[in-house]
């Protein structure tokens, strides 16, 4: 089991950038691929950005292609997330979550994840 830690939420407002952290702990992040989630109040948890373990190959939902960027730092055991143009829509808590049988590929399904940070909030305001 992979211990994991976020950081970088708060208040910003619309239009504006904030960059979240996800710092593993306990088994090697490089063993995982990465998956950012997002949940906003009285909604389900979604899929927002994920990471495979090599880096190379990335995958978003379409409402944050091309503002927000999923990267990693194996050798820091990091993961992060870049938000650009934030918009009220992207509010809530947002969730890294590992996973360590993807064999190769960005799953989106919240059920995939096995190990998951405590959040961090995000309040984008207009």
């Known amino acids: 089991q992979v211990h994991l830690v976020e950081g970088g939420g708060g208040l910003v407002q619309v239009g504006g950038s904030l960059r979240l952290s996800c710092v593993a702990s306990g088994r090697p992040l490089s063993g995982y691929a990465m998956g950012w989630f997002r949940q906003a109040p009285g909604k389900e948890r979604e899929f927002v950005a994920g990471i495979r373990r090599s880096g190379v190959g990335t995958h978003y939902t379409d409402s944050v292609r091309g503002r927000f960027t999923i990267s990693r730092e194996d050798a820091k055991n990091t993961a992060f997330l870049q938000m650009n143009d934030l918009k009220p829509e992207d509010t809530g808590v947002y969730y890294c979550?590992?996973?360590?049988?993807?064999?190769?590929?960005?799953?989106?399904?919240?059920?995939?994840?096995?190990?998951w940070g405590q959040g961090t909030q995000v309040t984008v305001s207009s």
């Open positions: 979550a590992a996973d360590e049988f993807s064999l190769g590929i960005v799953r989106s399904a919240v059920g995939s994840y096995h190990d």
